[in-house]
């Protein structure tokens, strides 16, 4: 109703009726709460739920792509050491930073599978292309994260996408100061690893490397949980 008199009537006549008639008017009062909880309350709560539900499979999936990426990284003959969720700053959270006897390696790990495609900005999985879970940029991110990585080591370092299932590999080339990134599976990371990138690497200086990204991990700012 339009008028504003309406919520006092309604309180006029709701007195009235519990003078008349105090057992329906309390019947009504507890219909009313009843459906309350049934078609505002209950159904608030199940979408939380569901909220609830639908963030523990992304974490999941997530998760498990990470575990695979760290499985094939360990398979990887030449490996001296692997560093997780290191910290490099300004947007340099880096997966997995793998010391090989090739080189330094920057990994970001991505959940799809199949036939990916790259557009040039965004990366797609499977017949129906749909985005990779994650960010839909990766490229652009493990770019970020190789830059700072060589920064850290003085050293040149070859930038990883890895979607965990994907069945193929593309090879993304850099622009002027840009680091090229190939993106593949997990499958196929221990192969990547393996090819040359820089100056080969000496245990001895993999150990060095790795204690100092370890300080400048702990050292950094706490990164913001990523969306």
Request: hydrophobic share 40%; glycine share 10%; net charge positive.
């Amino acid at each position: 109703p339009r008028s504003t008199l309406f919520p006092y009537t309604t309180l006029f006549r709701s007195v009235l009726l519990f003078r008349a008639h105090p057992v329906l008017t309390v019947l009504g009062a507890a219909a009313a709460a009843a459906a309350y909880v049934k078609f505002w309350l209950l159904p608030r709560r199940s979408r939380t739920a569901r909220a609830g539900v639908e963030k523990a499979r992304t974490d999941k999936i997530g998760n498990d792509a990470e575990t695979s990426a760290q499985k094939a990284v360990d398979r990887t003959p030449g490996l001296y050491t692997k560093l997780t969720s290191l910290n490099l700053g300004r947007n340099g959270d880096c997966d997995i930073a793998a010391l090989t006897a090739s080189g330094v390696a920057a990994i970001e790990v991505k959940a799809g599978g199949g036939v990916c495609g790259w557009d040039g900005n965004v990366l797609t999985s499977g017949v129906q292309r749909r985005v990779v879970h994650g960010s839909p940029n990766p490229v652009a991110q493990v770019r970020i994260q190789a830059d700072l990585l060589s920064k850290a080591t003085g050293r040149q370092v070859l930038a990883i996408v890895c979607v965990n299932q994907m069945s193929n590999q593309i090879r993304v080339k850099g622009g002027r100061g840009e680091t090229d990134v190939l993106i593949c599976g997990a499958g196929y990371l221990p192969k990547a690893l393996q090819q040359p990138h820089g100056a080969p690497l000496s245990a001895q200086d993999a150990e060095r490397m790795a204690k100092k990204l370890q300080r400048a991990s702990a050292q950094a700012r706490p990164m913001p949980p990523r969306r």
